[in-house]
């Protein structure tokens, strides 16, 4: 397969768009599925939107990485927003799960960005779906991660059949992107920060950590999910 740099920038930029519009597709699907679509509530979606935007930007930025977006970044600067925003509007109600939809939904649609921008690139390969970027034939990482989201957006989906607590949807959603980021990575062309392992890797271990004692506490309570709409 053969990526030719006579691709616009433009199709990568269309990518992106869309997936913050499939992001936020999700998020407005699923807060209807819950009765929760207030004025307050969709607020929080455009902070989130636009932390994100913000973040991924910065991110990609701090790196060194050139051109394209960092989804670390983006989530990072989204979930700041939505805290800061929540404490303001005075929205007690968790919306983790909300937002673990439009992330997944977001970066399935959004990585194909990053494969026409030609950034997030893999290591070279001679595997036999392997795609030309950069001089070489390369692992097409991009994609991987894009396939990887769209499997995690529908173990969320078949997860909330069972009606679990509210913020269930969020634990698992970080467990399984740290998972896979972090493996995908091995496959990724980026330099090791310590004992082999890339920045990114550090971060997924400390947010899988993170997500796994929250998600196995949650779980422990059983909270049953609130019915009653939230404030705002």
């Known amino acids: ?41 969709m607020a929080l979606l455009a902070s989130g939107l636009i932390g994100g935007l913000l973040g991924a930007h910065l991110g990609q930025w701090l790196s060194g990485a050139g051109a394209g977006k960092s989804i670390l970044g983006g989530m990072a600067g989204g979930y700041l927003a939505v805290f800061l925003h929540k404490r303001f ?6 919306t983790g799960d ?13 990585r194909w960005g990053c494969y026409f921008g030609g950034c997030c690139y893999g290591r070279p390969s001679d ?14 990482t991009q994609i991987y991660l894009s396939i ?51 920045a990114a890797q550090w971060a997924c271990i400390a947010g899988l950590t993170f997500f796994s004692v929250g ?7 059983r909270e049953p999910r609130i019915v009653a709409p939230a404030a705002g």
């Open 1 to 41: 397969m053969h990526l030719g740099s006579s691709i616009p920038l433009t199709a990568s930029a269309l990518c992106y768009a869309l997936g913050y519009t499939a992001g936020a597709v999700a998020f407005a699907v699923m807060a209807r599925r819950r009765q929760i679509a207030t004025s307050g509530i």
């Open 89 to 94: 509007l005075g929205i007690t109600r968790p």
């Open 98 to 110: 909300l937002f673990a939809v439009a992330v997944s939904a977001g970066e399935a649609v959004g």
């Open 127 to 140: 595997v036999s779906w392997a795609i030309w970027q950069h001089g070489a034939h390369r692992h097409p």
């Open 148 to 198: 990887s989201a769209a499997v995690i957006l529908m173990i969320l989906l078949r997860f909330e059949r069972v009606h679990p607590p509210e913020n269930a949807l969020f634990y698992l959603q970080g467990i399984l992107f740290c998972l896979s980021r972090f493996f995908i990575e091995f496959y990724r062309d980026v330099s090791p920060a310590a004992g082999g392992l890339s």
């Open 215 to 221: 998600f196995a506490r949650l779980m422990r309570r």
